[in-house]
């Protein structure tokens, strides 16, 4: 036996090697698979095409990536690139008209570049050929492409005229090679489980943790401190967004720090360069070929962050809860001990989807943590914010909702009418009222007894017409009035006498005499009768109480009582000579008085006097209303209140600025 280990060839073990590595996306899988199927096969240009609609008459791809490189040099073999137009392919209608028919068939087709005619059906010799072969198995390169079982992607060869079992040989490698794609699948979905499970068991041991914190402050610094023991970093800071910038709030193993320090500034300002982005931010930034989008990223703060320790490894991500960023995590990692320079110098790409993953599905409940430990208001603000925000969108959702509140506002003032009611101050008077006074200077003798009370009559008692009020002592008139008929009888004698002796002026003497002492006695009669006071009208007695000043004297014309009835009430407003041109007889209102505020009587102008008055460097002029239905028991005369008369039906915008047009038009006049 003769050993022949050495006939095996290495190639075919680098290939399936390369097929079998760890791809970080399926583009990018996709172009590695491109590149080792058109080397493998030797073809002359390999293109990948993905679907871009059409029908079978019009048959429409997209050109994803081209092999060898366009632009040639000396390595153009070993990498893929995107075409800049249709003349970086060869056979450019052929080759899309290829990959068309593998994609509608879901099978490898092989075409001559002659009569485009299928390879097993011609028999004439072709100048080269074109396999097209689908591709399933890879759901990132088209929306949708994992739920379908169409292909969603089509490599095509281009090849050197070949002898047919060549071809056949070919045509098979090619779909050895393009199985492939369903174990990287595979590998991707496996990859997304395990990355989903760790990150639902960091984020509930996380959520374990804050959950155990009696307030907000004190979550966060436990989710600080927990995160950088699982991550094995040196330091994790948590920043909450406040007014649009990034304030940190929590430090690992650190219960207090001072914002103004240097190293607090520097860390809110990678959280803000991270917000800025609303993408993680790692420094060092990866290749481009490992991830576009961190490798793009800027890390300015970042760098400034690590720029004490050249080793140090920054990650920083957004904290989001839904659309909203509302926070950002910062993670500092040291690489571990006995690490490579390579593999120090960055941070794994896994680690920061893991703690993305994570922090999405922690960042809800600190949200809830941080609404629990505020007040009242401001969570009722934060929901009512929220709740408009399904109306007018999330940004800038206080000033659209202000813009709107004064749209409507400014319509509703517009368009809607309601009654004008115009206000004064009033006081209440009876629309009669008698003041007794005294009719001569006398002496009081006695005051009238009240039939109700028993008592002398005063102040709030109610009287009858007749009823006596007040006795004037009458002894003067009355020793005046016996003097006056003793002076009529003398002189009725004397006049008697005078006639029967026929003297003439004599009797006319008597006679004047007899005159003058009748008008005396009349006026002592008329002032006896006087003396006796009675309530002249049934009614109250507003004013007046004599009960200790009887056998006083009293003046001729001095008050002694004033009486009127309560139940004919008036309200005397004083209404502003700016209103009262709305103010006419018969216009209705209502009324308050300070004593009860909370029943309302309806009240109709009966009288609005012409002239005004000054008061307060205001003219005001008198209106007289009167009560509609009777007053109330407890409604006295005096009472003030407020009155507001109906003056029509205008707008709102009318109401708050007539006054101010009004003074602006006399301004401008």
Not at 146 to 166: C, G, Y
Not at 440 to 460: L, N, Y
């Amino acid at each position: 036996m003769i050993e022949q280990t050495s006939l095996k060839s290495p190639g075919w073990q680098k290939v399936i090697a390369e097929l079998s590595a760890w791809c970080p996306d399926d583009r990018t899988y996709l172009e590695r698979l491109l590149r080792v199927i058109a080397r493998v096969s030797t073809a002359r240009q390999a293109v990948l095409a993905i679907p871009a609609g059409g029908d079978a008459n019009q048959p429409d791809v997209r050109v994803m990536s081209v092999w060898p490189a366009p632009g040639g040099g000396p390595d153009a073999s070993d990498k893929v690139g995107t075409p800049t137009d249709s003349a970086s392919i060869e056979f450019a209608a052929d080759v899309r008209g290829a990959a068309w028919a593998a994609l509608e068939t879901n099978q490898s087709r092989v075409f001559t570049l002659e009569a485009k005619t299928q390879f097993y059906d011609g028999t004439s010799s072709a100048s080269g050929y074109i396999l097209a072969i689908p591709l399933t198995g890879a759901t990132g390169i088209t929306p949708g492409a994992a739920d379908s079982p169409r292909p969603v992607a089509a490599i095509t060869l281009l090849l050197e005229p070949r002898a047919k079992p060549a071809v056949q040989s070919t045509l098979a490698m090619a779909e050895v090679l393009a199985g492939y794609t369903s174990a990287h699948a595979a590998r991707r979905e496996l990859q997304r489980t395990q990355s989903t499970s760790m990150a639902l068991d960091l984020a509930t041991r996380l959520i374990g943790a804050i959950n155990t914190s009696s307030s907000f402050k004190g979550a966060c610094l436990q989710l600080t401190n927990d995160l950088s023991k699982q991550l094995r970093a040196d330091r994790a800071a948590l920043g909450w967004i406040a007014a649009d910038k990034v304030r940190c709030i929590a430090i690992s193993d650190t219960e207090h720090f001072d914002r103004r320090t240097a190293m607090v500034q520097k860390i809110e300002a990678a959280m803000d360069e991270c917000l800025d982005q609303e993408q993680p931010v790692i420094f060092p930034a990866p290749s481009a070929d490992s991830d576009v989008l961190l490798a793009q990223a800027i890390t300015q703060s970042h760098r400034e962050l690590a720029a004490g320790n050249t080793s140090l490894r920054i990650m920083s991500v957004p904290l989001r809860d839904g659309d909203k960023t509302i926070g950002v995590m910062t993670l500092e990692i040291a690489p571990p001990e006995g690490s490579t320079p390579a593999a120090a110098s960055r941070i794994d790409l896994q680690a920061v989807e893991l703690t993305q993953a994570a922090m999405d599905l922690v960042t809800p409940v600190l949200r809830v943590r941080r609404s629990d430990d505020r007040n009242l208001a401001l969570r009722a603000w934060d929901s009512t914010k929220r709740s408009a925000s399904w109306i007018v969108g999330p940004k800038h959702t206080v000033w659209k909702m202000v813009g709107l509140l004064v749209i409507i506002a400014m319509l509703f003032v517009t368009f809607f009418h309601t009654t004008y009611r115009i206000g004064a101050d009033f006081t209440l008077q009876p629309r009669v009222r008698q003041v007794i006074s005294v009719p001569f200077e006398a002496q009081i003798s006695t005051v009238g007894i009240s039939e109700e009370t028993g008592k002398p009559v005063e102040a709030g008692m109610r009287v009858r017409k007749g009823d006596l009020l007040v006795q004037l002592d009458t002894i003067r008139f009355e020793l005046k009035a016996q003097e006056s008929r003793q002076k009529l009888r003398q002189a009725e004698a004397a006049m008697h006498m005078a006639r029967g002796e026929n003297k003439i002026a004599e009797a006319q003497r008597a006679q004047a005499q007899m005159a003058q002492a009748t008008a005396q006695l009349d006026a002592d009669e008329d002032a006896i009768r006087r003396a006796r006071i009675v309530a002249p009208i049934d009614g109250v007695i507003l004013a007046g109480r004599l009960n200790d000043r009887i056998g006083a004297t009293v003046k001729l014309g001095d008050k002694l009582f004033e009486i009127a009835p309560l139940d004919d009430i008036v309200a005397v407003t004083q209404v502003d000579e700016r209103d009262v041109s709305f103010i006419t007889k018969g216009v209705t209102g209502r009324l308050a008085t300070r004593s009860h505020p909370g029943d309302k009587f309806d009240i109709e102008v009966e009288t609005v006097v012409p002239l005004a008055t000054a008061e307060e460097g205001k003219n005001l002029f008198e209106v007289r209303a009167r009560l509609v239905s009777p007053p109330p028991p407890w409604m006295r005369p005096g009472m003030e209140g407020i009155a507001r008369l109906d003056a029509g039906n205008r707008s709102l915008l009318f109401i708050g600025t007539r006054r101010i047009l009004d003074a602006v038009r006399l301004w401008l006049w």
